[in-house]
């Protein structure tokens, strides 16, 4: 499969401050996705990125508070703006990779995100 | 839409147990079914996956999954855990045809040496 990476990994960051995490595919992906995952809980979708339009994004995520780029086929950025601690979280990207017919969807390492 | 629930938040076993991790999921159509393991320190990582065919599924590891559309069950499986299988397990689902993938909340296994 494709190998995805996210920068940063970590970050610290001050309440109404705003962080923008990329995530780069080392080959073309149609469907790009952000999830977050809160401490101790699962994994919720908050958009999905295709190159050429804008993102659609899940219930209770909207556009101005997580807006998110999707400038080629190979690379995507999610911003977090006007942080409060709510948004520490674990933010992960991933990717659909067509095998033999079949989609299935791979993840980057995650950046773990604190806000204080 | 679909949910997943998994039974069992943690759980503990010595090495050499035999391993049944529960997930049911609702959805009144075809779905795909797909474990993840997430070891400590690392990123999410695909451990097996069902689509159609045969509902017994293998992954790595010695891991399987066994789909039962009956009881709307793909309980993950391993005959005899190790330490280094001591992560957390997340059961996810998409209806076919769509790629949105719902999570359960995760089973954290721990593994005694």
């Known amino acids: 499969s494709a190998v995805i990476s996210q920068k940063p990994s970590r970050d610290i960051c001050q309440r109404g401050t705003s962080l923008t995490i990329q995530c780069q595919v080392d080959?073309?992906?149609?469907?790009m996705f952000w999830y977050r995952q809160q401490p101790g809980q699962s994994l919720t979708l908050i958009a999905t990125?295709?190159?050429?339009?804008?993102?659609?994004?899940e219930s209770g995520f909207v556009i101005d508070k997580f807006p998110i780029s999707r400038p080629n086929l190979t690379f995507s950025t999610l911003t977090v703006s006007n942080m409060s601690p709510e948004d520490s979280s674990i933010y992960l990207c991933?990717?659909?990779?067509?095998?033999?017919?079949?989609?299935?969807?791979?993840f980057g390492p995650g950046t773990r995100l604190t806000v204080l | 839409a679909q949910s997943v629930s998994q039974h069992n938040h943690h759980v503990i076993l010595s090495e050499a147990a035999s391993l049944e991790l529960g997930c049911n999921y609702s959805?009144?159509?075809?779905?795909?079914l797909f474990w993840y393991v997430q070891y400590p320190g690392q990123h999410l990582q695909l451990l097996l996956k069902?689509?159609?065919?045969?509902?017994l599924v293998k992954g790595i590891k010695g891991f399987e999954a066994e789909f039962i559309k009956s009881k709307f069950s793909f309980n993950l499986r391993k005959p005899s855990v190790q330490w280094s299988d001591t992560a957390e397990y997340f059961c996810?689902?998409?209806?076919?045809?769509?790629?949105?993938?719902?999570f359960g909340k995760g089973t954290m296994l721990l593994v005694s040496p």
């Open positions: 991933s990717f659909i990779q067509e095998i033999f017919g079949t989609d299935t969807q791979y």
């Open positions: 080959s073309q992906v149609t469907m």
């Open positions: 990125a295709n190159q050429g339009s804008e993102a659609t994004y």
């Open positions: 959805y009144g159509g075809t779905v795909n």
């Open positions: 069902y689509f159609s065919g045969d509902p």
């Open positions: 996810a689902v998409n209806a076919r045809g769509y790629s949105t993938l719902t």
